[in-house]
T-cell receptor, first 116, second 115 residues
Framework: DAGVTQSPTHLIKTRGQQVTLRCSPI?????VSWYQQVLGQGPQFIFQ???????GRGNFPDRFSARQFPNYSSELNVNALLLGDSALYLC???????????????FGPGTRLTVL | AQTVTQSQPEMSVQEAETVTLSCTYD???????LFWYKQPPSRQMILVIR??????QNATENRFSVNFQKAAKSFSLKISDSQLGDAAMYFC????????????FGGGTRLMVKP
C-alpha cells in the first residue's frame, strides 16, 4: 500500500503570496494532521481533521487554514506569506481520531516551502 | 501545556556500539503515550518505538529500547549495535490518550554514526 503522499515536494513563493499544499492519506485512514517544521526544530502541530471536520488547531494565525475532502485527502492553505513561514510542512494520517493505543500517525515526506 | 525537552542537540556513536538519547517531558496528565521518531535526510518521519504510560514494562523493538521513568518524567532511547543507517535526527514526542492525535515534539537530537 502507498504511504502518505504530499505535493509538491518543493515550493518557492514570495512574501504576500498564497500557497496550497496537498496531502493524500494512507488508504483507509480518516484522520489527517498538519505540522510545521522550521529548520533545526521539532515539528509543531497546526491542524487535525477527521471526517472532514476540524478537530484540533495549534497556535497558528488565521492565515493558516485547511480542509479535508470526501476522499479524506487534505489541503493546507497559507495566505499572506511571511518569511517566517519558510519551513517543511508535514502531513500525517491515522485511522481514527481517538488517540488510542492503535492510532499511530504515519508521516509523509513533507513539502519544503521557501518564502523569499 | 505539555512540553518535551531533548537536551542533547548532537550525539555521536561508533558503529556497533550503544548510544542513549535523552528526553524529558512535562505534563499534568496520568495517561498518555510517548514516542521516538527518526527523521533521516530524506525527511520522512518514521516511528521507532512507542510507550504507553500505563504500562510499567519498557518497550523494545529489535535494537531499540526505552527507559521510561514515569515519576521522573523521563523517556530515553537506547540504540544497541548502532548501524550507519541509524544516522538521523531523532525526535521524542508526547500525546495525550484519547484526546485526538496531536503530537508535541521535542527539539530533536542529531545522531551521527562513525564507521
Amino acid at each position: 500500500d502507498a504511504g502518505v503522499t504530499q505535493s509538491p515536494t518543493h515550493l518557492i513563493k514570495t512574501r504576500g503570496q498564497q500557497v496550497t499544499l496537498r496531502c493524500s492519506p494512507i488508504s483507509g485512514h480518516k484522520s489527517v494532521s498538519w505540522y510545521q517544521q522550521v529548520l533545526g526544530q521539532g515539528p509543531q502541530f497546526i491542524f487535525q481533521y477527521y471526517e472532514k471536520e476540524e478537530r484540533g488547531r495549534g497556535n497558528f494565525p488565521d492565515r493558516f487554514s485547511a480542509r479535508q475532502f470526501p476522499n479524506y485527502s487534505s489541503e493546507l492553505n497559507v495566505n499572506a506569506l511571511l518569511l517566517g513561514d519558510s519551513a517543511l510542512y508535514l502531513c500525517a494520517s491515522s485511522l481514527y481520531l481517538t488517540g488510542g493505543a492503535a492510532d499511530t500517525q504515519y508521516f509523509g515526506p513533507g513539502t519544503r516551502l521557501t518564502v523569499l | 501545556a505539555q512540553t518535551v525537552t531533548q537536551s542533547q542537540p548532537e550525539m555521536s556513536v561508533q558503529e556497533a556500539e550503544t548510544v542513549t538519547l535523552s528526553c524529558t517531558y512535562d505534563t499534568s496528565e496520568s495517561d498518555y503515550y510517548l514516542f521516538w521518531y527518526k527523521q533521516p535526510p530524506s525527511r520522512q518521519m518514521i516511528l521507532v518505538i512507542r510507550q504507553e504510560a500505563y504500562k510499567q514494562q519498557n518497550a523494545t523493538e529489535n535494537r531499540f529500547s526505552v527507559n521510561f521513568q514515569k515519576a521522573a518524567k523521563s523517556f530515553s532511547l537506547k540504540i544497541s549495535d548502532s548501524q550507519l543507517g541509524d544516522a538521523a535526527m531523532y525526535f521524542c514526542a508526547y500525546r495525550r490518550r484519547n484526546a485526538g492525535n496531536m503530537l508535541t515534539f521535542g527539539g530533536g537530537t542529531r545522531l551521527m554514526v562513525k564507521p
